[in-house]
């Protein structure tokens, strides 16, 4: 079956333009996880939806980020006024919850640079 | 807080030659603990997830292993195909949504 898919596989963008990243989860997956991951780091905790609530925000770096999810699938990550520190990797992920079923199925990433 | 901490940073072995990586980790109630590999380029593969001390798993020429403050991913007679950075993470019950990843191990098997 289809796994993650994110566009762009790539965004190139200047400084103080607004980007969206969008990740497409695995059919029938509730939840969905954005990550952040620069350069040779871990992975940073973005953002949690389960349906299309997000119960979980707290890895929002700041207020120029924000995110949504419509119809219980497709998110959309919005990054206002992009930096040059926004510059990484955004990885997304999505797993079906039920007792002992955390396993996450990450898709390819979108990279962004920011000029 | 959750934290998670990867050792070594890098690994480099000669194919066959088997050796462990090892993620140290503090959680307020673990959930459990989840390795995954990640390819340049790509996003990370799910490999295991460990729930208690004690706990093992396999796939392949890989073993997982887990105690109360670390767990270890043994690679058992390594080929080059294994070259990867492996990621270690953990769910912890105080903030089940939220999985704290280290930073990784960037393994590398030489011909």
């Known amino acids: 079956g289809a796994g993650v898919s994110q566009s762009p596989s790539n965004k190139v963008t200047e400084k103080g333009k607004d980007v969206e990243l969008r990740c497409d989860p695995i059919s029938g997956h509730t939840a969905l996880y954005w990550y952040r991951q620069s350069l040779g780091q871990g992975l940073e905790f973005l953002i949690y939806f389960q349906g299309n609530s997000a119960p979980d925000k707290s890895g929002l770096p700041s207020d120029r980020f924000s995110a949504e999810r419509t119809g219980g699938s497709v998110s959309t990550l919005t990054i206002q006024r992009t930096q040059q520190e926004d510059s990484a990797v955004y990885l997304c992920?999505?797993?079906?919850?039920?007792?002992?079923?955390?396993?996450?199925?990450f898709g390819p990433g979108t990279r962004l640079l920011v000029l | 807080e959750d934290q998670v901490t990867q050792s070594p940073e890098a690994l480099r072995l000669q194919e066959g030659e088997s050796s462990s990586l090892n993620c140290s980790y503090t959680?307020?109630?673990?959930?459990?603990l989840f390795w995954y590999r990640q390819d340049p380029g790509k996003g990370p593969e799910f490999l295991f997830t460990?729930?208690?001390a004690g706990e093992e798993k396999e796939k392949e020429r890989l073993k997982a292993t887990l105690t109360k403050k670390e767990s270890f991913l043994h690679i058992t007679a390594p080929k080059p195909e294994d070259s990867a950075t492996y990621l270690c993470a953990v769910q912890g019950y105080s903030s089940a949504s939220k999985i704290i990843f280290g930073s990784g191990t960037r393994l590398s098997i030489r011909p």
């Open positions: 959680v307020s109630g673990l959930r459990g």
């Open positions: 460990l729930y208690s």
């Open positions: 992920a999505s797993s079906t919850q039920g007792a002992n079923q955390e396993t996450q199925y």
